[in-house]
């Protein structure tokens, strides 16, 4: 298990200010303070009320990434006399496996076609949309999409921003015109990230060659301080967070912990040292049963037996 | 004086006993533990990650490196030393050739995939359990391939022909040829063809039909040692 280191995990929460100002910490506007903190669940997402007009419910969460797939492609499912596929939904297949024989199928992301049959190409579970065949894969690092909010560790300071590590083949770049706030030119970077620091960013872009520049710019984009981190499977992340944020909510509350998932695996959390071990366990557990179905209700009970606070019912 | 029954009693067109596992390693990518008779591969894969040193990188797409090792015990009494041999790098060479057949690392640019194959015990047949295990893991890293990548050593000890051939019989004092293959079972394209011996056209062409249903009786293992890690616990 990757942990924060405990030596940083003072007193102090905010990720501001280290000293006493007059010994040069990073200014209170710098883009190492996270801003005051705020009660809530903050998982990347915005952490504030709609400010401006109605916002978009959820857009901190989508469910599923927005899949490649054309618009103009029939929404309907094969024709009735197709034949039947050779798996089931939410089956677990291996690469080379045939998944449906015959041009009724369409081939999408994790499979292939030769000649009339659609193999897989990943290892994964099996999902059916209409026509398309897709594997969700079981393992695999993270594959970096604009858009994304991730937990990276600074692995490098750069001559004007820093490199993070998030768990992808390729390092994602913070520039220094990325951060919130004012570094003058030539200013000792390290003032505001160390090596080994973890910050919340958003990949703003991806090149061909997989060069990713990430933002702090952005509602939730912070500096990690204390807590520890956890990491998970990449795509496993869609079912640690849930329906809308809906399980990782659960565990926040039943937990008290803060919890920050970021889509390429990385999970920060921090609350008293025992729910953090115990949330540690639930995301473990959450990791190993994803394939299975009803994960979330056995999520709760879980929580349940082990004595958690149980979340509050809501009420609409 | 001919050969006539095999060594240790198996028919001529079968293999050793096979046990397959993925998933042994935690700490790596993706991992798998292959186990012919008495060779015993265990295979771990990295990445794909960041390529050092970088005059290796190639900016079209990923490069797999395949690290062959067979552990100073494994063989049979001589200590085998530690380290690169000519003999080791060779079969990293052919491992590598035997499996970017299946692998599309084109989404990879400038990146490696790192193969880490350690034999704890070898009785002829490493680089073909070497190969299977290595697909085993890749595909438990996630790696997008085209199939799973069987291998195992066809050959002829006199005027039979055999598969999976252990060390007594590789070695026999005689007429032999010991042909390692791998093969994609989708396609039937053959990765990897090497031989030690001599053989006739007509045996070498037999010696491949029945190494391919051979392989075909591997390839289902492979499968099954995939499938088995997320199997149970469920209503699946």
Same mark, same amino acid.
């Given at each position: 298990?990757?942990? !924060?280191?405990?030596?940083?995990?003072?007193?102090?929460?905010?990720?501001?200010?280290?000293?006493?100002?007059?010994?040069?910490?990073?200014?209170?506007?710098?883009?190492?303070?996270?801003?005051?903190?705020?009660?809530?669940?903050?998982? !990347?997402?915005?952490?504030?009320?709609?400010?401006?007009?109605?916002?978009?419910?959820?857009?901190?969460?989508?469910? =599923?990434?927005?899949?490649?797939?054309?618009? $103009?492609?029939?929404? $309907?499912?094969?024709? =009735?006399?197709?034949?039947?596929?050779?798996?089931?939904?939410?089956?677990?297949?291996?690469?080379?496996?045939?998944?449906?024989?015959?041009?009724?199928?369409?081939?999408? @992301?994790?499979?292939?076609?030769?000649?009339?049959?659609?193999?897989?190409?990943?290892?994964?579970?099996?999902?059916?949309?209409?026509?398309?065949?897709?594997?969700?894969?079981?393992?695999?690092?993270?594959?970096?999409?604009?858009?994304?909010?991730?937990?990276?560790?600074?692995?490098?300071?750069?001559?004007?921003?820093?490199?993070?590590?998030?768990?992808?083949?390729?390092?994602?770049?913070?520039?220094?015109?990325?951060?919130?706030?004012?570094?003058?030119?030539?200013?000792?970077?390290?003032?505001?990230?160390?090596?080994?620091?973890?910050?919340?960013?958003?990949?703003?872009?991806?090149?061909?060659?997989?060069?990713?520049?990430?933002?702090?710019?952005?509602?939730?984009?912070?500096?990690?301080?204390?807590?520890?981190?956890?990491?998970?499977?990449? @795509?496993?992340?869609?079912?640690?967070?849930?329906?809308?944020?809906?399980?990782?909510? $659960?565990?926040?509350?039943?937990?008290?912990? $803060?919890?920050?998932?970021?889509?390429?695996?990385?999970?920060?959390?921090?609350?008293?040292?025992?729910?953090?071990?115990?949330?540690?366990?639930?995301?473990?557990?959450?990791?190993?049963?994803?394939?299975?179905?009803?994960?979330?209700?056995?999520?709760?009970?879980?929580?349940? =037996?082990?004595?958690?606070?149980?979340?509050?019912?809501?009420?609409? | 004086?001919?050969?006539?029954?095999?060594?240790?009693?198996?028919?001529?067109?079968?293999?050793?006993?096979?046990?397959?596992?993925?998933?042994?390693?935690?700490?790596?990518?993706?991992?798998?533990?292959?186990?012919?008779?008495?060779?015993?591969?265990?295979?771990?894969?990295?990445?794909?990650?960041?390529?050092?040193?970088?005059?290796?990188?190639?900016?079209?797409?990923?490069?797999?490196?395949?690290?062959?090792?067979?552990?100073?015990?494994?063989?049979?009494?001589?200590?085998?030393?530690?380290?690169?041999?000519?003999?080791?790098?060779?079969?990293?060479?052919?491992?590598?050739?035997?499996?970017?057949?299946?692998?599309?690392?084109?989404?990879?640019?400038?990146?490696?995939?790192?193969?880490?194959?350690?034999?704890?015990?070898?009785?002829?047949?490493?680089?073909?359990?070497?190969?299977?295990?290595?697909?085993?893991?890749?595909?438990?890293?996630?790696?997008?391939?085209?199939?799973?990548?069987?291998?195992?050593?066809?050959?002829?000890?006199?005027?039979?022909?055999?598969?999976?051939?252990?060390?007594?019989?590789?070695?026999?004092?005689?007429?032999?040829?010991?042909?390692?293959?791998?093969?994609?079972?989708?396609?039937?394209?053959?990765?990897?063809?090497?031989?030690?011996?001599?053989?006739?056209?007509?045996?070498?062409?037999?010696?491949?039909?029945?190494?391919?249903?051979?392989?075909?009786?591997?390839?289902?293992?492979?499968?099954?040692?995939?499938?088995?890690?997320?199997?149970?616990?469920?209503?699946?």
């Amino acid at each position: 298990m990757e942990q !924060g280191s405990f030596d940083n995990r003072g007193p102090r929460r905010f990720g501001g200010p280290r000293g006493p100002r007059r010994f040069g910490g990073p200014r209170r506007d710098g883009p190492g303070y996270g801003g005051p903190r705020r009660d809530g669940p903050r998982y !990347g997402g915005p952490r504030d009320g709609p400010r401006d007009g109605p916002r978009e419910e959820r857009q901190e969460y989508p469910e =599923e990434r927005p899949q490649e797939q054309p618009e $103009e492609l029939p929404p $309907e499912g094969p024709p =009735e006399n197709a034949a039947p596929p050779l798996v089931k939904e939410r089956e677990v297949v291996v690469p080379g496996q045939e998944l449906c024989i015959g041009l009724d199928y369409l081939p999408s @992301s994790g499979t292939y076609r030769l000649n009339d049959k659609i193999l897989a190409s990943l290892y994964g579970l099996v999902q059916f949309r209409g026509r398309l065949v897709s594997i969700i894969p079981l393992s695999g690092r993270y594959h970096p999409v604009q858009g994304d909010v991730v937990v990276g560790k600074v692995s490098d300071i750069l001559i004007s921003g820093w490199r993070l590590e998030i768990n992808s083949a390729y390092s994602a770049v913070l520039g220094i015109v990325n951060t919130v706030g004012y570094i003058r030119k030539g200013e000792d970077l390290t003032r505001y990230f160390k090596i080994g620091d973890y910050i919340v960013t958003k990949i703003i872009n991806v090149t061909s060659q997989n060069l990713i520049d990430v933002t702090m710019k952005g509602p939730g984009l912070r500096k990690l301080t204390g807590g520890r981190i956890v990491t998970v499977v990449p @795509s496993k992340v869609p079912r640690l967070i849930g329906k809308g944020g809906s399980m990782v909510d $659960e565990i926040q509350k039943a937990t008290q912990c $803060e919890i920050v998932v970021g889509q390429n695996g990385a999970v920060w959390l921090q609350g008293q040292p025992e729910s953090e071990l115990l949330a540690v366990e639930v995301i473990r557990k959450i990791q190993a049963e994803s394939h299975l179905s009803g994960l979330s209700q056995r999520v709760t009970d879980y929580l349940k =037996e082990r004595g958690a606070t149980p979340a509050p019912e809501v009420t609409p | 004086m001919s050969y006539k029954t095999r060594v240790d009693g198996r028919a001529l067109d079968q293999t050793r006993d096979i046990e397959a596992k993925a998933g042994v390693i935690g700490r790596a990518d993706g991992s798998a533990y292959f186990k012919i008779g008495n060779t015993v591969a265990y295979a771990a894969v990295y990445g794909p990650r960041n390529l050092h040193p970088r005059f290796m990188q190639d900016p079209t797409k990923g490069i797999l490196r395949c690290h062959y090792n067979m552990m100073p015990f494994s063989g049979s009494g001589d200590r085998v030393r530690p380290g690169p041999s000519r003999r080791s790098k060779e079969i990293s060479l052919v491992m590598e050739k035997a499996l970017l057949p299946v692998l599309s690392l084109g989404d990879f640019p400038n990146a490696v995939v790192d193969v880490f194959v350690e034999f704890p015990q070898t009785d002829a047949g490493s680089r073909c359990a070497g190969i299977s295990a290595a697909s085993i893991a890749l595909a438990d890293a996630g790696l997008a391939m085209k199939d799973l990548v069987p291998a195992v050593s066809v050959g002829r000890v006199e005027d039979k022909i055999l598969v999976d051939l252990n060390y007594a019989e590789e070695s026999y004092e005689g007429e032999v040829a010991d042909i390692p293959m791998a093969m994609i079972p989708n396609t039937g394209e053959i990765t990897l063809l090497q031989m030690d011996g001599k053989v006739s056209k007509e045996m070498l062409l037999d010696a491949l039909r029945m190494g391919k249903d051979a392989l075909l009786r591997i390839h289902k293992v492979q499968q099954e040692a995939l499938k088995a890690k997320y199997r149970g616990g469920g209503d699946e």
